[in-house]
């Protein structure tokens, strides 16, 4: 018997030895059967959880629970009832997201519970083909608010299991007190249990790999991807704790700094009262790499939005020009630049009311206008949590200031807002973030969140946002050398983590120079970037002179990329070493890899086995040995030809093809 066929082995016996050692309450399985959640009880009366694959252990018995300021709901439960299985469907469309029309079912299960004191706690678990999820309410009524001192809730994976994970930044570090912003690189292939390295916990997206029997057969490897959703004002932001003894991970509230002044940092409501979604992916890479349950169990729309016309593509100086450029001149060549392209917007960053004035912006308004462009400007959210200077600043602070300064915007003309500076996931502060979408709706603006929070699926609840930073994105490679080396094992670890399920403004596509920087990506590699990554809002890192210097037919590629994804496929990849993703609009496809190691790769591209037959299909991939230009060619890939493609260090390439009719 192999090692890892051994492992496998002690890992059922130890996972069913937990079970007889427990009092089962009931199971719930997937629509197709293979995946299955066990939900028993220990002999303190304590709820626990474990999650199977095929009947082999993905998640071994694992906690269930919080503690509220009047009652301990970790341990001496009464089980009291368990609801039948119950099937869940839902149906939507998103614009913001890698598959427009969505359709998610799940069975559901409910375990109701009860202290010695009386005190009620319901669990919900929902488990579709994809995953696990399960939440706790509170059913009983009670205008007292209530607090949580703390969420018992783990993840326990077998002991040789690796984790890819990015550490939480502490906060109150970081240039101007800033942080934190989830913009931290992930610690990759790391052993389980490794505690995070800034002592603040890990953040959401966490990939884990669990190795399969086979020996040497990564394939048979299982990956799980943790996350939450359904985050509302009454509940903070989660995070996996720091320590993670024998590899189970813990459920860790904002730090008590993460706050708007005066607000709270632990949740706190009346009753009843609903907390987040923790969800589970469980399958392949490829499950983990198209899986939308974090936008499916997100809140349906808050607020009724006409978003059809917010997403799109925008001009940008700032990030390769700096704040010197933020002046009329430029800006208007920018404006210039993303009507020549066809898109539809043009970001205005910071300081933009001390160097350019607001009579000068509506200028910039109607002439924009005029070339078919719209206007996005910036703001600082921030309030006295950091000292962040840049302005306009303090504008966002209060229901009265928002509504004056929307007032102002659509007086003006501007269609969106760049919103920086948050400072955390404390719930006083997840509410501010609630404050702002919901002011902002009447208004039509499309909203982008900078220095801030994963959206945990608010693009779902509110179809005006766009976007959200929360990742080390093109920015950083400015600032620093360190970061431009480390981009390309950066950039191949996104589709597996922070962009599986929300946008990301990651700000892509250096295809010509960044100043005082030696880009390690290659041309290739970056134009990859505008179809590997998703945002209802892109802004190309890009200037004017930079693309002038391009083959047409590249400036044509990216001319014709959408604003809106039809569907995605996983072809192939590996966090941090490399990826090849397909993204459909309408009839044709854009596929796009790259290579994170300093090493060729090699992909052979089986088209017409993952996407059915093509029609005439087109290849731009690196074409030079100092990855600074372009190649282009015709491919056949008709009738199940495989094409092999090969990726020079850091490179990348673009596929794109029209369905066969």
Request: net charge negative; aromatic share 10%.
């Amino acid at each position: 018997m192999s090692i890892a066929k051994l492992l496998v082995t002690v890992a059922v016996c130890s996972l069913a030895a937990t079970a007889r050692a427990a009092e089962s309450s009931g199971d719930v399985t997937s629509p197709d059967g293979r995946l299955r959640v066990v939900v028993a009880q220990n002999d303190d009366g304590a709820a626990q959880y474990g999650v199977e694959l095929d009947g082999r252990p993905v998640l071994l018995p694992s906690k269930l629970g919080l503690v509220r300021d009047d009652a301990d709901f970790t341990r001496g439960l009464a089980l009291t009832g368990v609801d039948d299985v119950q099937q869940v469907t839902d149906g939507y469309e998103i614009l913001t997201a890698k598959r427009r029309r969505n359709h998610y079912a799940a069975n559901e299960r409910v375990f109701h519970y009860e202290t010695a004191e009386g005190r009620k706690l319901d669990i919900a678990f929902r488990v579709s083909d994809d995953g696990v999820a399960f939440r706790y309410v509170f059913p009983e009524h009670d205008d007292a608010v209530h607090r949580l001192e703390s969420e018992a809730t783990s993840f326990r994976f077998p002991a040789d299991s690796r984790a890819w994970l990015q550490p939480m930044s502490v906060a109150k570090s970081g240039w101007e007190q800033s942080n934190p912003s989830y913009e931290e690189y992930y610690e990759q292939d790391i052993p389980v249990g490794t505690p995070s390295p800034t002592g603040a916990g890990w953040v959401f997206p966490a990939l884990f790999r669990i190795a399969g029997a086979g020996a040497n057969d990564s394939a048979d490897d299982t990956w799980v991807l943790l996350s939450e959703a359904g985050l509302r004002r009454n509940y903070c932001g989660g995070r996996l704790a720091s320590e993670s003894p024998g590899g189970e991970y813990a459920i860790a509230f904002a730090d008590p700094r993460e706050i708007v002044p005066g607000g709270p940092a632990n949740p706190e409501s009346t009753l009843p009262w609903t907390t987040p979604w923790r969800i589970v992916v469980v399958g392949s890479l490829s499950t983990v790499a198209e899986s939308m349950l974090g936008v499916h169990l997100a809140d349906p729309p808050a607020v009724a939005v006409d978003a059809r016309e917010l997403p799109g593509k925008a001009s940008w100086s700032w990030v390769l020009l700096k704040d010197d450029n933020t002046i009329f001149p430029v800006q208007k060549k920018f404006v210039d630049y993303a009507a020549d392209m066809g898109w539809r917007y043009c970001l205005v960053d910071a300081d933009w009311d001390r160097k350019i004035g607001e009579d000068k912006l509506a200028e910039l308004v109607r002439h924009a206008n005029d070339k078919g462009v719209k206007i996005i400007v910036w703001y600082n959210s921030a309030g006295p949590w950091n000292t962040t200077p840049y302005t306009p600043r303090d504008k966002m602070l209060t229901h009265e200031r928002r509504i004056a300064e929307f007032e102002k915007l659509k007086q003006i003309g501007v269609a969106g807002m760049k919103i920086d500076f948050f400072g955390g996931d404390g719930q006083s502060m997840i509410g501010y973030y609630h404050d702002i979408l919901a002011d902002s709706a009447p208004y039509g603006l499309a909203i982008n969140f900078h220095g801030a929070t994963l959206p945990r699926g608010w693009q779902r609840t509110y179809p005006h946002l766009m976007t959200t930073e929360a990742i080390r994105g093109m920015e950083f490679i400015t600032f620093e050398q360190a970061n431009a080396d480390r981009a390309p094992s950066h950039n191949a670890m996104l589709p597996f983590t922070r962009n599986v399920f929300d946008p990301m403004d990651y700000t892509p596509m250096a295809l010509y120079e960044i100043p005082n920087i030696e880009r390690r990506t290659t041309a290739a590699h970056e134009l990859a970037l505008s179809v590997l990554f998703t945002s209802g809002v892109q802004h190309y890192a890009e200037t004017p002179e930079g693309m002038a210097t391009v083959p047409d037919y590249v400036r044509e590629f990216v001319k014709g990329v959408p604003s809106v994804w039809d569907d995605v496929k996983f072809l192939a990849g590996e966090p941090g070493k490399y990826v090849v993703l397909a993204r459909r609009a309408g009839d044709r496809w854009w596929i796009a890899g790259i290579n994170g190691e300093d090493a060729p790769r090699t992909i052979d591209l089986d088209l017409k086995k993952e996407l059915g037959e093509l029609g005439a299909a087109e290849l731009i991939a690196d074409g030079s040995e100092d990855g600074s230009a372009f190649r282009r060619k015709a491919i056949d890939v008709t009738g199940g030809a495989v094409v092999p493609v090969e990726m020079p260090p850091y490179g990348g390439f673009v596929v794109s093809a029209t369905a066969a009719e």
